[in-house]
Every structure is written in C-alpha cells, then in structure tokens.
C-alpha cells in the first residue's frame, strides 16, 4: 500500500471537519489539487458564498488561498482565486459567533476587493478557521506560535506589586 501524499493527508480530514458532501469534494479536488500540489498541507477547507451567491469552496494551506466556485445550474467548477498568501493584502476577517460564521474580505495582486462569507457548522469550526487565518496573516513566514496561555484574573490579582527603589 503506497503512503499517500501530504495533500491527500491533509484535504480528507479537512473536508471531513467542512462536513462537505463526497459529491462536493469529487468537483472541486481535482481543481484544488492542481493549485496547491501534492506537497502542500491544507489547513482549512471550507464553503463560502460571494456577494453573487456563488456557492464556492475556499482551501487555505500553509501558502496559498485557493476560492473554487460552482455553476447553480450544471454545478461546473471554476477557479474563481489562486493567490500566494503574500499576494494578498488588505486581508480582514470578522468571525461572527451569533451566525457560526467568518465575513473574510482581501484584496487579490490585480486589485480587485473579493468578500466571502464563510459559513461553518459550529463555533469550534469557526475559531479553528479564525486562528488558521491569523497564522497565516498575522506571524511571520515560518513561525508557527505556541498555543496562546490564558491567565486566570485571580492569577493576576494574586502577583505581588514591583516597586524599584
């Protein structure tokens, strides 16, 4: 039995987590793995819509930003973004815990202003998707940061005050 690659590894758990259909996956695969390759990690693999209501799969691996979209009628995919995350600027994104979403707004290398709305299936997903992003946009290129420590108000309450003489 042959290992397989690391996108392979990666994108099943990931659209398992999505909880997208195997008919949505076996669209939009072939697409996605033609942009990110077979070595490339996938971090999060999601649905999202755009202004149009375009029903779009977004895949954001450890470099790239890959938004396919699917025709409502005959449900054909096209590559609607491919970018180089260091191709993308203005990237914000505001998760939403009222409506189990992410509004994510960037703009591409041409210029053009792209807005998805990423809906997810619980809060978890949400903040699993929310953290992703902010490694991806927020360390810098190969530093991947610890888990962040919360420290409890009493802990904080508790230290004793510095006073230098």
Known sequence: MEALD?????????TALAKLSGGTVARHVQILRRCAGNRDAVAVVARCTTRGRRRNVLML????????????????????????????????????????????????????????????GSTAEMWRLDEALRQAFR??????????????????????ELRLA
Request: cysteine-free; aromatic content about 6%.
């Open 6 to 14: 690391t996108f392979s590894r990666t994108f099943l758990p990931a």
């Open 61 to 120: 691996t450890r470099g790239r930003l890959v938004v396919t979209s699917e025709s409502a009628v005959l449900r054909r995919v096209s590559l609607h973004l491919n970018a180089d995350l260091h191709q993308l600027a203005d990237v914000t994104w505001t998760p939403e815990p009222d409506r189990t979403g992410i509004q994510l707004g960037l703009t591409a290398i041409d210029g053009v202003r792209e807005n998805f709305w990423v809906r997810l």
């Open 139 to 160: 360390t810098p290129w190969g530093v991947i940061e610890p888990a962040r420590q919360t420290v409890p108000h009493a802990a904080v309450a508790a230290r004793p």
